[in-house]
Every structure is written in structure tokens, then in C-alpha cells.
């Protein structure tokens, strides 16, 4: 079975603080994603890699960043943190042999900014 | 602009039925659907995945149908239970790069 995991479940930061977030997978997917999900507005891509260095903007990048130096690991860098940007994290993965898009989640970081 | 709906009112059904779920979507032309299950506080879990040349696929309790003329699929879960209950999303190849756009989800309440 695939297994995403995600560096912490709950997470809490002052404003302007620089938080990262860190995914991890163990199925050798050349893909990975960064989603928040909020209330209301579903799951919005904010970042990919299809490989490792390689990176795409998603849907809504703004105030983020991304770091992927492992095919493993993929993670999420909130440069300043900000209130808007309290949110659930979800990190995926995929596996482009599969020819089918599935993407595998890990449990999600509901991140609170104070 | 490509646009996925589900119903963002929660069903809530009785244990036993058959609870029925839409997924409407315009300006895409999708290869294949998929289907994912939310808990609360947790990632989405892949369930299902139909392709635009198959009208319908079942796995166990579950039947998706996928109408491509309509640009609609339907996703049924059959003598439903109170486990069933979760918030279900639906989804779709988008913008090429094995990228996924998901809907808001349908939140189902299975009572006893």
C-alpha cells in the first residue's frame, strides 16, 4: 500500500513566523502536490513536482513555496506566515505509469497562524 | 472555465437505502472520473475511477455511471450504512501533468 505521511497533524504559528511542512512518500511516485483545503472551496493546488527539482505552480502559490531535493520528499514552505493562511495542508502523490492520475493523500496538517 | 459542481447540501439517508451522489461538469472532456471518500479530518482515499467508454462500474456496495453526453456522473452506494457516512469528492484530469481538479464534495449522513 501506498503510504503518505505528513510531518505533523496539528501545527501552530505566530504571524510571520517561516513554517515548513514536510511530505513524505514511500512508493517511488515521481509526482507530488501540495492542496489546501478550506471550507466551502474544496481542495486548491498550490504547488507540484513531477520530479525531483522540478516544481510547478498550482492554482494558488501565493505566499508559498516548495522544495523537492528527494523523489521522497516534498515540502511546503510558508515564507511569512499569515492568518489566511490558516488552513488544512494536504500533500499527494501519483504515479504517472499508472496512466490513471490517482493520487494517493496523506493525513493532512491543520495549520492554525495566531 | 472548467467548472466541476457537486451538491454542497449533505444527504442524509436512512440505513439500508441507496444514497445517490451527482458530479456535473462543463467545459472539460474528460478520459476517465474518479471517485474519493473524506473523513473528517483526514486525506481523501481513492474509491473508484470510470473512463469516458464505460457507462457504469461497480465495486462491492459502490456503482458509478459516467455520462459523457450529459457530462454527468452519478455515484450510488447501495444498502447503505452509518460507516458510510463521509464527504465524498469527485475529480478530474486537468491541464495536463497527472494534475487532478477535485469538486467541493457531498457530505453524507447515514442514520440509523
Known amino acids: 500500500d501506498v503510504k503518505v505521511t505528513q510531518s505533523s497533524r496539528y501545527l501552530v504559528k505566530r504571524t510571520g513566523e517561516k513554517v515548513f511542512l514536510e511530505c513524505v512518500q514511500d512508493?517511488?511516485?515521481?509526482?507530488m502536490f501540495w492542496y489546501r483545503q478550506d471550507p466551502g472551496l474544496g481542495l486548491r493546488l498550490i504547488y507540484f513536482?513531477?520530479?525531483?527539482?522540478?516544481?510547478e505552480k498550482g492554482d494558488i502559490p501565493e505566499g508559498y513555496s516548495v522544495s523537492r531535493e528527494k523523489k521522497e520528499r516534498f515540502s511546503l514552505i510558508l515564507e511569512s506566515a499569515s492568518t489566511n493562511q490558516t488552513s488544512m495542508y494536504l500533500c499527494a502523490s501519483s504515479a504517472p505509469v499508472e496512466l490513471t492520475d490517482t493520487q494517493y493523500f496523506g493525513p493532512g496538517t491543520r495549520l492554525t497562524v495566531l | 472555465s472548467q467548472k466541476i459542481e457537486q451538491n454542497s447540501e449533505a444527504l442524509n439517508i436512512q440505513e439500508g437505502k441507496t444514497a445517490t451522489l451527482t458530479c456535473n461538469y462543463t467545459n472539460y472532456s474528460p478520459a476517465y472520473l474518479q471517485w474519493y471518500r473524506q473523513d473528517p479530518g483526514r486525506g481523501p482515499v481513492f474509491l473508484l475511477l470510470?473512463?469516458?467508454?464505460?457507462k457504469e462500474k461497480r465495486k462491492e456496495r459502490l456503482k458509478v455511471t459516467f455520462d459523457t453526453t450529459l457530462k454527468q456522473s452519478l455515484f450510488h452506494i447501495t444498502a447503505s450504512q452509518p460507516a458510510d457516512s463521509a464527504t465524498y469528492l469527485c475529480a478530474l484530469a486537468s491541464g495536463g501533468g497527472n494534475k487532478l481538479t477535485f469538486g467541493t464534495g457531498t457530505q453524507l449522513k447515514v442514520e440509523l
Open positions: 512508493m517511488d511516485h515521481e509526482n
Open positions: 513536482s513531477y520530479d525531483v527539482k522540478m516544481k
Open positions: 470510470i473512463r469516458e467508454n464505460e
